[in-house]
């Protein structure tokens, strides 16, 4: 080959290279690979229409919720999408504490950095979708609002309009107009919540938050922990859900940290006024996954809902050190019980534990909830749930719930209690559980009354048999060796 053409060549490989380069930066969400706690952020909107991500500093809370705006914004939804779809061209509001910040957050991850002209279009909005935009006055690179292309089945059916706004303009400036989005990227006054929801109501629209919950517990940051209510998602994120930030970089950050604001910056959870249910440090019972010895009893134990999540947990126990093992999770709200039996029995056949509320029967059919997932296969105790009986009683004992609290926090404390790592939402609601002038608040917390009801029932767990293997799919046959209490 000659000099003239290998230099043609590479020339030509550059120019590729660099075509890739400008479509990565300037189409970034055609390249979005969400982690799988954004997903279901992006996912809520299906069965929501406020949503909460409360989560730790630098985890990329801001730059999901730019994804989420630009997404619909757009209708440039990627196949994975299961959230809400916008079909027509919307309104959306994003807004942030200040016009500055706005600007610095909001506008840079939505549009590119306000200070570049050259890299306008390298936000989460692709840079072929951004239409007219207008400045904002006496704010300098700020933007006021701007055009988005928008398009339904891939087809330009006219502009989407996404304003940019500021807390500090009170509660005047968020009244008035009918929206379909709101993006709030920061901890909001509770009138403006309000408002942001009187906003939506029409167009049975939907308001998203993404902020670390630096102010404490506000009134919003109270309904969605402690009164939420159907249409209402809360999710967490931390530190450990954020593989792109380094041991090295979290090591720094905790260093310039005050010790009382830890949990608060690493894991998003708001300080609370009467105290954590479970007083462990999350760190003394994270584990990582590891393969479960055969001879290691199992058990599962479910929550039954509908609003709030249907939720299950599967427990593995060393009898020799006397240790439980939360080993999988399963959580899911507003689906029927032939749904949820599929889940349960995808991942194993053992025993099953149920609270005293799946006694209930079925209007019409008159059949109990436990009844019904029993037809479905799934491998439920023949009673309801109860703690076990007191030394040198008979039969059964009751199903209050302090007597296993008291008994899960001995095992934390003693090291006698693990939960694998994988388990996102179980620890999102581990950081979420507490109480409040000394009561439990009962918000949130259907893994943990599901690990309370398991962790309460290893008298009726069983070995799986070798013959089966463990969380392998339901051939519809039990084959579990009692388990000898003895042994």
Known sequence: MSRQKKLQLLNQLEELAQEKR????FNRLRYFKPYEWQKKLL??????????????????????GAMNVSYHATGRYPDWWQGHRWEHPITIWVSGVSSESTRDIIQKELIGPPENMELYGSGTIPKEDLGERTRKPQVPNAVQSILVAHHTDGVFDGWSSVIFKAYEQGEAKFMGSSVHEIWLDEQPPDGLFTQCITRTANTRGNVTMTFTPEDGVTPVVHQFTKDRKPGQFLIGATWEDAPHLTKEVKDQLLAVYSEHERDMRSKGIPIFGSGPVFVAPEDDILIEPFEIPEYWPAIAAIDFGWDHPTAVVWLRWDRDSDTIYVVDEYRQQKETIAYHATAIIARDTCPVVWPHDGMKHETGSGISMADQYRAHGVNMLATHFTNPPAPGERGTGNYKIEPGINALNERMQTGRFKVFKTCNDWFSEFRMYHREDGKIVALNDDLMSATRYASQSLRFAEIPSRSRGYQRPFDGKLKYEPLDLLA
């Open 22 to 25: 400008d479509r990565e930066t």
């Open 43 to 64: 996912s809520a909107s299906r069965d929501n229409r406020q949503s909460l991500l409360m989560a730790a500093n630098r985890v990329g809370k801001s730059y999901v």
